[in-house]
């Protein structure tokens, strides 16, 4: 099925851990980004991108990296994992042509535990 | 700062009856408006939008309100249903490209 593919689906790390989660779409959508969940939060953007080669931070972007070499995959990397880091990170992806009023299309989600 | 916020963070209603869902903005550049439903261990799932140019939009049991000198919307959800029972964002674009900036949510409660 198209979407947006994250893996993995849970992680636990210890502190000072580096690991990367992946995330994988096959829409060709040309906007990628990275969205952590914390209670009473919502959904807050850590970095994007809107094409291959071009990223840029969002709202939380200390203490991860992204890279985005090719249209379908933008793996999101903690440098060294933090319990402030404990989170669900969802992977969303869209398409400049249907810009806003259609919406994102989201991952499933990964669980982050750091201890 | 939040530039949109959810103040009420849990709803809970009957089967059969209206769910009434807040949202305010402050940001005037956002351009259009959207809401996401979500249920446990699963992404947030695209439910509505509008435009900014507009002050109502339906789909099915689903009417979003925009009131733009108020910078407020609503979702209404006629009839709820026990399934609608999940947590409901809404989201706001439109000011920067493609970025959405997000409430913190609204847990939403049908009873049977």
């Known amino acids: 099925n198209a979407g947006v593919t994250q893996t993995p689906k849970f992680q636990v790390l210890k502190t000072g851990q580096s690991m990367t989660l992946q995330c994988a779409q096959d829409m060709n959508h040309e906007y990628m980004s990275w969205y952590r969940q914390d209670p009473g939060m919502g959904l807050r953007l850590i970095h994007y991108s809107v094409g291959a080669g071009i990223t840029d931070q969002g709202e939380v972007p200390n203490g991860y990296n992204v890279s985005r070499s090719t249209t379908e995959d933008f793996p999101l990397r903690l440098l060294s994992a933090a319990p402030s880091q404990t989170s669900v990170y969802f992977c969303?992806?869209?398409?400049?042509?249907?810009?806003?009023?259609?919406?994102?299309?989201f991952g499933s989600g990964t669980r982050l535990t750091v201890v | 700062d939040q530039q949109v916020k959810q103040n009420s963070p849990s709803l809970s209603v009957q089967e059969g009856r209206i769910s009434i869902l807040n949202c305010d903005y402050t940001?005037?550049?956002?351009?259009?408006f959207l809401w996401y439903k979500k249920y446990p261990a699963e992404g947030p799932t695209f439910l509505i939008s509008?435009?900014?140019?507009?002050d109502k939009n339906e789909d099915g049991r689903f009417t979003v309100f925009l009131n733009k000198s108020a910078k407020h919307l609503s979702l209404h959800i006629v009839p709820s249903q026990p399934g609608d029972s999940a947590v409901y964002f809404c989201a706001a674009g439109g000011a920067a490209g493609n970025k959405l900036t997000f409430g913190g949510g609204t847990r939403v409660l049908v009873k049977p």
């Open positions: 509008i435009s900014s140019i507009k």
């Open positions: 940001n005037s550049m956002f351009d259009y």
């Open positions: 969303a992806s869209s398409s400049f042509s249907d810009r806003g009023l259609n919406g994102y299309t």
